[in-house]
């Protein structure tokens, strides 16, 4: 009996221990945001709460028609409301300074997603509160890579679900960026030899949800001297397939001859496609492109801002290599600045100008034009005329 009733204890014990175990189990609220992001990404519903208010949150992308019934379902009598961000609100010609709701009256999934997404929205829209938890439900489905556009539904009334509905609050997913960045660490490394012979070695970094960005260390560069630097986002079209319609597949090479001419440097190699937007995202951007949008016009429609990318994993990275001095590959100045305010060294400034040709220059201009890219090269070809029509406000959706 004693043996038996101790073992008891024990198992007692071990629950007890591992329920406080941060180290095996994770902080609870981190926890609770990395679940949420596979919930959204299964295009499952989510709480999120700020105080007393709980809401009930489910992405717009990817919804079908069942999913939809399923959650009008759930959030009965009440009819859930769309809400979007700052930006795709201004593209649609309403006054907004921060997240705002659009009323529904019974649409189907195909007229939400016009209402999100589109280019055009030829009705009338009434906005409604958007409610405190916007900005973070908005922030959920940004890193799960979902459009930043959900239906929302007061959560009080909601019934019981069997699986259960996970519930997140507000604070631990807008505190998670910086969470996820801090977790980031080696997970492997190898000696890569490249074309040409060059001689490199690929460090992997891992964070807590599985991101995989990569240190691609060029020769031996001397860490006590300003490191030769490429911050460069993924890019599967124009790195792996040539795509004519960026230039990024060109400044990968071309970077790669100037480290080695250099004698040595780095390329992270940033999961960042699509300016942090994502693939999917991508390929939508370059959809109302194709209608008429350029670059940042087409962002803003979705509902991003101009450049989602965050360079905190870059700094991370740099920090874990050892690297606190660098002169950075780039035509973009905001890279020096999101480095220099993190407290990383930029001693200069080296450019990068591919080629131009008639698929990409006008996604290089608005690069240029609009946000700032330093392409000098670009704009001394253009005529007055061309240099003008680049921002296409004409086209914005009224």
Same mark, same amino acid.
């Given at each position: 009996?004693?043996?038996?009733?101790?073992?008891?204890?024990?198992? *007692?014990?071990? /629950?007890?221990?591992?329920?406080?175990?941060?180290? &095996?189990?994770?902080?609870?609220?981190?926890?609770?945001?990395?679940? *949420?992001?596979?919930?959204?990404?299964?295009?499952?519903?989510?709480?999120?709460?700020?105080? +007393?208010?709980?809401?009930?949150?489910?992405?717009?992308?990817?919804?079908?028609?069942?999913?939809?019934?399923?959650?009008?379902?759930?959030?009965?009598?009440?009819?859930?409301? &769309?809400?979007?961000?700052?930006? @795709?609100?201004?593209?649609?010609?309403?006054?907004?300074?921060?997240?705002?709701?659009?009323? #529904?009256?019974?649409?189907?999934?195909?007229?939400?997603?016009?209402?999100?997404?589109?280019?055009?929205?030829?009705?009338?829209?009434?906005?409604?509160?958007?409610?405190?938890?916007?900005?973070?439900?908005?922030?959920?489905?940004?890193?799960?890579?979902?459009?930043?556009?959900?239906?929302?539904?007061?959560?009080?009334?909601?019934?019981?679900?069997?699986?259960? #509905?996970?519930?997140?609050?507000?604070?631990?997913?807008?505190?998670?960026? @910086?969470?996820?960045?801090?977790?980031?660490?080696?997970?492997?490394?190898?000696?890569?030899?490249?074309?040409?012979?060059?001689?490199?070695?690929?460090?992997?970094?891992?964070?807590?949800? *599985?991101?995989?960005?990569?240190?691609?260390?060029?020769?031996?560069?001397?860490?006590?001297?300003?490191?030769? #630097?490429?911050?460069?986002?993924?890019?599967?079209?124009?790195?792996?397939?040539?795509?004519? @319609?960026? +230039?990024?597949?060109?400044?990968?090479?071309?970077?790669?001859?100037?480290?080695?001419?250099?004698?040595?440097?780095?390329?992270?190699?940033?999961?960042?496609?699509?300016?942090?937007?994502?693939?999917?995202?991508?390929?939508?951007?370059?959809?109302?492109?194709?209608?008429?949008?350029? /670059?940042? +016009?087409?962002?803003?429609?979705?509902?991003?801002?101009?450049?989602?990318? +965050?360079?905190?994993?870059?700094?991370?990275?740099?920090?874990?290599?050892?690297?606190?001095?660098?002169?950075?590959?780039?035509?973009?100045?905001?890279? &020096?600045?999101?480095?220099?305010?993190?407290?990383?060294?930029?001693?200069?400034?080296?450019?990068?100008?591919?080629?131009?040709?008639?698929?990409?220059?006008?996604?290089? /201009?608005?690069?240029?034009?609009?946000?700032?890219?330093?392409?000098?090269?670009?704009?001394?070809?253009?005529?007055?005329?061309?240099?003008?029509?680049?921002?296409?406000?004409?086209?914005?959706?009224?």
């Amino acid at each position: 009996m004693s043996s038996s009733k101790n073992q008891g204890n024990q198992g *007692g014990d071990v /629950t007890r221990n591992a329920s406080r175990d941060a180290g &095996l189990l994770g902080k609870a609220g981190h926890v609770a945001v990395e679940r *949420g992001i596979a919930e959204f990404r299964s295009g499952r519903p989510v709480i999120i709460s700020h105080g +007393d208010m709980a809401v009930l949150a489910l992405p717009v992308d990817g919804m079908t028609e069942a999913r939809l019934a399923s959650f009008r379902r759930l959030c009965a009598p009440a009819e859930p409301h &769309l809400v979007v961000t700052q930006r @795709r609100a201004q593209a649609l010609g309403l006054p907004a300074t921060g997240p705002i709701g659009l009323a #529904l009256a019974g649409e189907d999934a195909g007229a939400i997603a016009a209402l999100a997404a589109d280019a055009r929205v030829e009705r009338s829209l009434k906005v409604v509160g958007a409610g405190p938890v916007a900005a973070a439900a908005i922030e959920l489905a940004k890193r799960a890579q979902r459009l930043p556009a959900l239906l929302v539904a007061d959560a009080a009334k909601v019934p019981s679900c069997d699986p259960p #509905l996970l519930s997140i609050t507000a604070d631990d997913i807008m505190r998670f960026r @910086r969470a996820a960045i801090e977790s980031l660490a080696v997970a492997a490394e190898a000696e890569v030899p490249l074309n040409g012979g060059v001689p490199a070695r690929f460090v992997i970094f891992r964070d807590a949800i *599985g991101g995989s960005s990569v240190a691609v260390i060029v020769g031996s560069p001397d860490l006590h001297e300003p490191v030769p #630097l490429r911050l460069h986002s993924a890019c599967l079209t124009g790195d792996v397939f040539g795509s004519r @319609r960026c +230039d990024c597949g060109d400044q990968l090479r071309l970077a790669l001859r100037r480290l080695e001419d250099q004698g040595g440097g780095v390329i992270l190699y940033l999961e960042q496609e699509g300016r942090g937007l994502g693939l999917t995202n991508k390929m939508r951007a370059y959809q109302l492109q194709d209608a008429g949008l350029d /670059t940042i +016009d087409a962002n803003s429609a979705l509902g991003f801002d101009d450049d989602e990318r +965050d360079y905190g994993v870059a700094v991370r990275m740099l920090q874990i290599l050892g690297v606190k001095r660098v002169k950075l590959l780039t035509n973009n100045p905001a890279k &020096l600045d999101g480095l220099t305010q993190a407290g990383i060294e930029v001693s200069g400034r080296i450019p990068l100008h591919g080629p131009v040709n008639s698929d990409n220059r006008r996604y290089l /201009t608005a690069k240029a034009t609009r946000a700032g890219h330093k392409l000098d090269h670009l704009l001394v070809s253009l005529e007055p005329a061309e240099t003008s029509e680049a921002p296409l406000a004409g086209d914005r959706t009224p």
